[in-house]
T-cell receptor, first 115, second 115 residues
Framework: AQSVAQPEDQVNVAEGNPLTVKCTYS??????LFWYVQYPNRGLQFLLK????DNLVKGSYGFEAEFNKSQTSFHLKKPSALVSDSALYFC?????????????WGLGTSLAVNP | GAVVSQHPSRVICKSGTSVKIECRSL??????MFWYRQFPKQSLMLMAT?????????EQGVEKDKFLINHASLTLSTLTVTSAHPEDSSFYIC???????????FGPGTRLTVT
């Protein structure tokens, strides 16, 4: 069965420090992986995706993520956190082999960046 | 690019009435649209997937007669909550995707309150 795990409900980091938001996944075929961010009372904004190619993917707002096939992980990272990065982050996966575009979502990780 | 709008952003209705929410892809043709429900501080719950010109595919536990979905064109999908009850109060979010790119683009969400 396909699944996504975000093991941390909340991540706290000081402004200027590097941040990591963790995500692991399980799919039967090749994974298509996504990160989205949600600000309060708003819809989700697409940050980045991994479909194929380079394992290190760069996205919006200085975020990047590394696809690790052996560890089935796709952790979101940023070298230097900003207070404005405080939001809810969702990891999602779909099986690239099928035509079903439905995404399987993690439960979300709340990121708090402290000034 | 890839802008999705939702209307209304907020709606308050009385118990027993019906409410229609519109989701539009403004600058691309969305072959597939998704409707989600999100409870406070919780992850997204996929309600249904709709392909243009086809009947929506509902997730298990979602009443198709209560949550009517229409995807009549490549830029518009509607969700109608029929005979709304207070327990239907929630944040409803739509997303849209085309064959490529693979990511879903989200609307800003609709806050429904049923009194």
């Amino acid at each position: 069965a396909q699944s996504v795990a975000q093991p941390e409900d909340q991540v706290n980091v000081a402004e200027g420090n590097p941040l990591t938001v963790k995500c692991t996944y399980s799919v039967s075929g090749n994974p298509y992986l996504f990160w989205y961010v949600q600000y309060p009372n708003r819809g989700l904004q697409f940050l980045l995706k991994y479909i194929t190619g380079d394992n290190l993917v760069k996205g919006s707002y200085g975020f990047e993520a590394e696809f690790n096939k052996s560890q089935t992980s796709f952790h979101l990272k940023k070298p230097s956190a900003l207070v404005s990065d405080s939001a809810l982050y969702f990891c999602a996966v779909r099986d690239g082999a099928g035509n079903n575009r439905k995404l399987i979502w993690g439960l979300g990780t709340s990121l708090a960046v402290n000034p | 690019g890839a802008v999705v709008s939702q209307h209304p952003s907020r709606v308050i209705c009385k118990s027993g009435t019906s409410v229609k929410i519109e989701c539009r892809s403004l600058d691309f043709q969305a072959t597939t649209m998704f409707w989600y429900r999100q409870f406070p501080k919780q992850s997204l719950m996929l309600m249904a997937t709709s392909n243009e010109g086809s009947k929506a595919t509902y997730e298990q536990g979602v009443e198709k007669d209560k949550f009517l979905i229409n995807h009549a064109s490549l830029t518009l999908s509607t969700l109608t909550v029929t005979s709304a009850h207070p327990e239907d109060s929630s944040f409803y979010i739509c997303s849209a995707s085309s064959f490529q790119p693979y990511e879903q683009y989200f609307g800003p969400g609709t806050r429904l309150t049923v009194t």
